[in-house]
C-alpha cells in the first residue's frame, strides 16, 4: 500500500509499504482523510523532533523510516481477537496519543507520551493498525473530514481547559496557524466574547476573522500591548499563547489582566530569556498545555457532532498522498494563507 514515509529532513517519501500484520487488541482502519499538522511540518523541515531514528521508541517499538500522519479518520476494516468494543464498518476518529496509562488521565500524559504517526506509523497511507482504545467513534453528523479534525481540535479545547475560562471572558491569541485558529473557535464554544487575534500574516488574520475572531491585530503593524489595551483597557481575561516565540510570550502576559490567565499552548523550539518579575508585578498567572486527555478527545467529539464546535473553516485544501511534498508540505512552508491542509486517502465521506 502506498504510504507517505518520513526518511529524514526534508526527505518524505511516497512509497510502497508492507501492510502490517493485526495485532489482538488492534483495529486496522482504512484511512479516509488525514491532516498535515504543524509538529509533521517540523520534522520535515528541521526533524527529527520526536520521531525515534537512533532506536526503537519505548511505547511504539518503532523507528524511522516511519509513515506519518496522526490527524486522521477513517473506516473499520478488521479487529483483533480481543478487541470488544469497536466492530468493522464503525466510523472512527485516532487519538494518536499513547501513555504508560498507569497514572489518573490529567497527569498521565506529564509521565511520558509517544503518538502514532510521529514515534510510530500513522495515518498517511491505506491502513493503519491502532490499539482499541485509541479508536474513538464519530456520530453520524460528523464526516470523515470532521474526523480528522478532532485532533487539532481537542488540543484547542484542552487549551481552553487549562486556562479555566468562564462564560463571557475576554481572549487574545496570539499566532492564528491552525491551533490558534481552532483556540479560537473553541474560545468561542466556551462563551467568550471578545477574542482578539494578533498574528504577522494579514492572511491569518483574515481566516481567524472568518472563524470568529471579534478584533484583528497585525502586530507587525501596530504595538500588540497597546492595541489590545485599547480595546480592553484592563487586559484580557485570558491570552493564549500559540506563537512559540519570546516577543509574543512576554506579550501575552502583558496584555494579560491581573488575576487573568496566560496559557502556553505552543511548542518552543528554543529557549527564551524572560524576568519572572513580570508575573509578580502584574498578577498574571501562567499555564500550559499539551495535547488533551482521553475524556478532552471524547468532548471534542461531542462538542463537533452537536455543531457547537464546527472547525471546518480552517481547512485551506484538500490534496491527494502523491502530492503530499509539493501540495502538502511545501506549500505549508511557503504559504502563510496556508492552515490546515487535508490528505484524501480513501476519500469516504
Ligand atoms: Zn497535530
Known amino acids: 500500500m502506498k504510504a507517505a514515509v518520513w526518511y529524514g529532513k526534508k526527505d518524505l517519501r511516497v512509497e510502497e509499504r508492507e501492510e502490517k500484520p493485526l495485532k489482538d487488541d488492534e483495529v486496522k482502519v482504512r484511512v479516509g482523510w488525514a491532516g498535515i499538522c504543524g509538529s509533521d511540518l517540523h520534522e520535515y523541515e528541521e526533524g527529527p523532533v520526536f520521531v525515534p531514528n537512533e532506536e526503537k521508541d519505548e511505547l511504539t517499538g518503532e523507528q524511522a523510516p516511519l509513515t506519518m500522519g496522526h490527524e486522521f479518520a477513517g473506516v473499520v476494516e478488521e479487529v483483533g481477537a480481543n478487541v470488544k468494543n469497536v466492530k468493522k464498518g464503525d466510523r472512527v476518529a485516532i487519538n494518536p496519543t499513547l501513555t504508560h496509562g498507569d497514572k489518573p488521565e490529567d497527569v498521565d500524559i506529564y509521565d511520558g507520551f509517544s503518538f502514532i504517526g510521529l514515534h510510530g506509523d500513522g495515518g498517511f497511507t491505506k491502513y493503519a493498525n491502532v490499539p482499541e482504545e ?178 471546518r473553516g480552517i481547512i485551506t485544501d484538500k490534496i491527494k498522498l502523491d502530492d503530499i511534498v509539493d501540495k502538502g508540505f511545501e506549500a505549508l512552508s511557503n504559504d502563510k494563507s496556508q492552515a490546515k491542509i487535508l490528505v484524501e486517502l480513501s476519500g469516504e465521506k
Not at 171 to 178: E, T
Not at 188 to 208: F, P, V
Open 134 to 311: 485509541n479508536a474513538y467513534l464519530l456520530p453520524e453528523s460528523m464526516t470523515l473530514q470532521d474526523g480528522a479534525l478532532v485532533e487539532p481540535t481537542a488540543v484547542a479545547v484542552q487549551a481552553i481547559k487549562e486556562a479555566d475560562m468562564s462564560f463571557g471572558d475576554t481572549v487574545a491569541v496570539f499566532g492564528v496557524g491552525p491551533i490558534g485558529l481552532a483556540t479560537i473557535l473553541a474560545a468561542k464554544a466556551a462563551g467568550a466574547t471578545r477574542i482578539i487575534a494578533l498574528d504577522l500574516s494579514e492572511k491569518r488574520l483574515q481566516k481567524a476573522a472568518e472563524v470568529g475572531a471579534t478584533d484583528v491585530i497585525n502586530s507587525g503593524e501596530k504595538d500588540p500591548v497597546e492595541a489590545v489595551h485599547e480595546l480592553e483597557s484592563d487586559g484580557v481575561d485570558t491570552a493564549f499563547e500559540v506563537a512559540g516565540v519570546e516577543p509574543t510570550f512576554n506579550q501575552a502576559i502583558s496584555v494579560t489582566k491581573a488575576r487573568g490567565t496566560m496559557v502556553i499552548v505552543s511548542i518552543f523550539s528554543k529557549a527564551i530569556e524572560w524576568n519572572p518579575m513580570q508575573l509578580t508585578g502584574s498578577g498574571v498567572k501562567l499555564t500550559s498545555t499539551i495535547a488533551y486527555s482521553p475524556s478532552t478527545f471524547q468532548r471534542t467529539i461531542d462538542l463537533m457532532g452537536t455543531g457547537q464546535l464546527n472547525p
